[in-house]
């Protein structure tokens, strides 16, 4: 395994994001991959992310460093809006690094610099440096900064609450990579509740099943049917072994994070070798102690015999889609026996329905409940990319039954408004059966000009061999 990028002896945390109206985001996304190859933990945003968003992931992911491109014109409000909100939350450590081609203008780079922007990458640092010639600088500027330099932990010394991102954010960064002793002493010292009363939610399941998007959809719910619900969210995903790199890429699918009482962190799973994190159970103590009232815990993609997230969480919700192979596969599937909730996401695909009844049939051979009506199972269809989905409403009421049965909670849920079938609404701009249309119409046309050029070879190769005999004929009458 090669050696990450490191500073103070954790491994380098980068944002990665274009700026607000801007869509052009071939330019990050190469970056964030250059970053990645080098060895840092890269918190991916995507394109057109405002100055706050910015921000807000560099505190609640205690980044050493914030990349941005910027091709929209707007380049010195966007950095320097950046910059004053880390300033104002004791978080002007954070290395501000950016580019935007010919986009900045000479006299625009010197006014960010002058604004103690870290560098801005001009067309000329691009013809010296190249590409991985422009990270390595960055990595270097951000190396500077040690996350674990006591200065950063000495407004620790008294207690705190949820709302207090900068401070939860150190926090969880002790818990991920200092001592035992030094995490208690600090946690101690920051307790403001017992943690008793706060659950944990797991969510895992196969990678590409949704899980990211099913979580942004639950937390939306959560507060608009709990507004003031205080929910931290810990994601894990799977560092790189040759690199020791790692794509931290769950924030990108969040649109919930705007609600100041939601607050986000992820981790990668360096050398746990499994889906969660080693520092998951520090992380969520630390969360319980500062006094979230729920903690909601999303594991990386697993495969048939995962199950770690039962070892952190009082609920555990499994997810998956049709894609899952032929039905003796759910046989394998050790999650099917131990998740509270099984959950088919991207229920709005072909054969859908059928992967319903087959994960509803080995259900009840796993558990044994061979008369239990389908409609009692907790196996939940959602299609968590479609605006309010039914099914993510239906499986929200479920989970708000189970956290309040089994640990006397006191959330509430609205009723799902589902189809006659027991079903959500599938609704598409599209239908289905008319999904390939263009594809078909395309298809057409190719089949037309291959046919018509195929009948057009025999024609002229008919008039050649006339041409030829008539010439022939005309040579032997001659003769």
Known sequence: MQKSAEAGGTPLRIITAAAIFDGHDAAIGIFRRIFQSMGCEVIHLGHDRGADEVARAAIQEDAHCVAITSYQGGAVEMFTHTKQILDKSDFGHVCLVGGGGGTILPNEIQQLLDSNIAKIYSPEDGRELGLTGMVSDAIERASKNNLLDPRRFESLKEPITANNHPSVSKLLTLAENANEDIFNEILEKVRSNDGSTCPVVGLTGTGGAGKSSLTDELMLRIQRDNPGTKIALLATDPTRKRTGGALLGDRIRMNSLSDENLFMRSFASRDSGREIADCIGRSIEACKAVGFDLVVVETSGIGQGNDAITEVADLSLYVTTREYGAPSQL?????????????????????????????????????????????????????????????????????????????????????????????????????????????????????????????????????????????????????
Request: charged residues 30%; aromatic residues 6%.
């Open 331 to 479: 046989e394998k599937l050790e999650m099917l026996d131990s998740a509270d909730i099984v959950v088919l996401n991207k229920f709005d695909r072909p054969g859908a329905e059928d992967a319903l009844a087959e994960i509803r049939k080995q259900f009840k051979r796993n558990r044994e409940m061979w008369d239990a009506n389908n409609s009692d199972l907790p196996v939940v269809p959602t299609i968590a990319s479609q605006f309010a989905d039914a099914g993510v409403d239906q499986l929200w009421q479920k989970l708000c039954n189970l956290l309040n049965g089994e640990y006397s909670q006191s959330f509430s849920a609205a009723d799902p408004r589902l189809g006659a079938d027991g079903l959500p609404h599938r609704s598409s701009p599209i239908p289905p059966e008319r999904q390939g249309y263009l594809a078909e119409v395309s298809s057409a046309i190719r089949n037309y000009h291959s046919r018509t050029e195929e009948i057009s070879s025999k024609i002229r190769l008919v008039q050649q061999l006339e041409a030829a005999a008539e010439q022939m004929k005309s040579k032997k009458n001659k003769t």
